[in-house]
């Protein structure tokens, strides 16, 4: 799970809600549809002090909605949550330390494990993980520059991979949406100058082995500004968003009265570990002028059908200009689905609500969740269905929607 993490002075300038980020958890592309077990529900409450709780809970069904947090799990900060095997797992925002939760006879949850970073140097748990199988994790750690391999059933480090050459002098390092597939674990590399109102050019996804602890090769392309989350088609091609870290190398252009290169789709052929010279396609060329300020989500992983949050200028109000955050927490963006084919085809999902900028969603059964909340006390949680191209109101909940996991898979 992915977010936003600006210097003091950047952080002061914005708003508690723009402050968001897209978070993201790093889902396994292997998670197979739920077979009737409880879920898993996170939410994150900021308080008028822009003080960050997570909750947890277990679910029976969607239907059960609206969602307090009267019964979840209350953890400080903003962590970051997976699930799998009949266990969730809480990174904690606080201290390093992953807690493993599973249902106990009651139809509670209990801890049931705990795993610290500590040693390794970290103060918290990083935006960039993902499950790989049921004995296989990954935790990057961008302070740090390492990509923590660790067990989830017995808890325990099974070592580490070096990322030191991911670190660019004057920017900030961040992993996260880092997801996996197939076995290897595809890292999203994006570096940030808050202070300096810079974003670095360049689009970057590191593709790791966790069982040879290797990095088996770095993707690099200049063709656009920082890549995230890849998504994969049935034919094994890996899609990479360059969304200029969420519109920030635009909305810094703006400012600044410069010029910053359009969003961008690329891609990585299947068994290569570079971006393909030939496929390159910008994302205004899709949407007829409109930037993507969302990284690429999927419903169905490895169908090649990914969905992102596209910015409209005109429907922000009179004397805003998108030139500071602030402008993230107007409705001026809309979901579009995106058909990662050659050449990509992009449109507008049916139903979708104009909206803010929050968190990023959750692939679930099939679909796509995407909460919609204008203030962070209730999240409107919409359903979105890749075959029909709809979006429909789901349920409601408490606080801002982090995700929606199945315990089982």
């Known amino acids: 799970m992915k977010t936003l993490f600006l210097n003091q002075s950047a952080r002061a300038a914005t708003l508690s809600l723009v402050a968001l980020s897209l978070a993201a958890c790093g889902a396994d592309d292997g998670d197979p549809e739920p077979d009737g077990s409880a879920f898993v529900l996170s939410s994150v409450v900021i308080d008028a002090d822009g003080n960050r709780t997570t909750y947890v809970q277990t679910i029976s069904s969607l239907d059960d909605g609206p969602f307090t947090n009267d019964a979840a799990i209350e953890l400080p900060g903003n962590g970051v949550v997976m699930a799998g095997g009949g266990h969730f797992y809480v990174g904690l925002a606080e201290e390093p330390t992953w807690i493993r939760f599973s249902p106990d006879q009651d139809g509670g949850i209990a801890e049931s494990g705990r795993l610290s970073l500590l040693n390794l140097g970290a103060t918290r748990i990083d935006y960039g993980n ?24 017995t808890m325990e480090i099974l070592g580490e991979v070096d990322l030191g050459f991911l670190v660019q002098e004057g920017y900030s390092l961040e992993v996260w949406t880092t997801t996996a597939h197939d076995g290897l674990v595809y890292v999203p590399a994006r570096w940030s100058d808050w202070a300096g109102g810079r974003i670095r050019a360049g689009v970057s996804t590191t593709i790791i082995d966790p069982a040879a602890m290797s990095v088996v090769g770095v993707a690099e392309d200049d063709r656009c500004a920082s890549g995230g989350r890849v998504v994969f088609d049935q034919a094994g091609y890996a899609y990479v968003m360059g969304d200029g870290r969420n519109y920030s190398i635009h909305m810094f252009a703006n400012a600044g009265g410069a010029i910053a290169p359009d969003n961008c789709i690329v891609r990585i052929p299947p068994g290569e570990t570079d971006f393909e010279a030939e496929f390159f396609h910008t994302i205004p060329a899709l949407t007829g002028g409109l930037q993507s300020i969302t990284e690429l989500e999927t419903a169905r992983p490895g169908t090649g059908v990914g969905f992102a949050k596209m910015f409209y200028p005109d429907e922000l109000p009179d004397g805003v200009e998108p030139v500071d955050f602030g402008f993230w927490g107007y409705p001026a963006h809309k979901l579009w689905r995106i058909e990662l084919t050659d050449p990509p085809t992009a449109r507008a999902v049916n139903g979708a609500p104009f909206s803010t900028i ?21 999240t409107a949680v919409y359903e979105i269905d890749p075959d029909a191209n709809t979006a429909a109101l789901r349920f409601s909940m408490d606080g801002y929607f982090n995700g929606l996991y199945a315990l089982s898979r």
Request: hydrophobic share 40%; proline share 4%.
């Open 130 to 153: 993902a499950l790989v199988d049921a004995e296989t994790a990954v935790s990057v750690l961008s302070e740090q520059a390492i990509a923590v391999v660790w067990n989830p059933a």
């Open 358 to 378: 929050g968190f990023a969603g959750s692939t679930f059964d099939g679909y796509l969740y995407s909460g919609e909340s204008p203030d962070g006390d209730t």
